[in-house]
């Protein structure tokens, strides 16, 4: 079993800045790669920023030069800064973990999510 939590949403107003942070525990073996999805009401979930575990980073277009993720590989944790925040940036954040069990199996895992609300 592999455990995701996320933590560090939370209000702000527009221009702000809030940190979430995601830990991956369990029986994990290896992280090949961890990202930040979000999910705006009524709206499909998209991807926010990966990370791999060679730290090759990728974002989506509207977030770029404002979000930046990182990762913590000793502690299987992931990082989302986020900077310069928009209303448009409301939405519940996911984290999801992607790797191999101890087992040999390969797993991906998500969060229950945390709420980031920006207002105008």
């Known amino acids: 079993q592999v455990r995701v939590v996320e933590s560090g949403g939370g209000f702000v107003q527009a221009g702000g800045s809030l940190r979430l942070s995601c830990g991956a525990s369990?029986?994990?073996?290896?992280?090949?790669?961890m990202g930040w999805y979000r999910q705006a009401p009524g709206k499909e979930r998209d991807l926010v920023a990966t990370?791999?575990?060679?730290?090759?980073?990728d974002y989506r277009d509207s977030v770029k030069g404002r979000f930046t993720v990182s990762r913590d590989g000793a502690k299987s944790t992931v990082y989302l800064q986020m900077n310069s925040l928009k209303p448009e940036d409301t939405a519940v954040y996911y984290c999801s973990v992607n790797g191999t069990t101890h087992w040999g199996r390969w797993f991906n895992s998500w969060g229950q999510g945390t709420q980031v609300t920006v207002s105008s």
């Open positions: 990370i791999t575990s060679s730290s090759s980073t």
């Open positions: 369990g029986s994990i073996s290896s992280i090949s790669s």
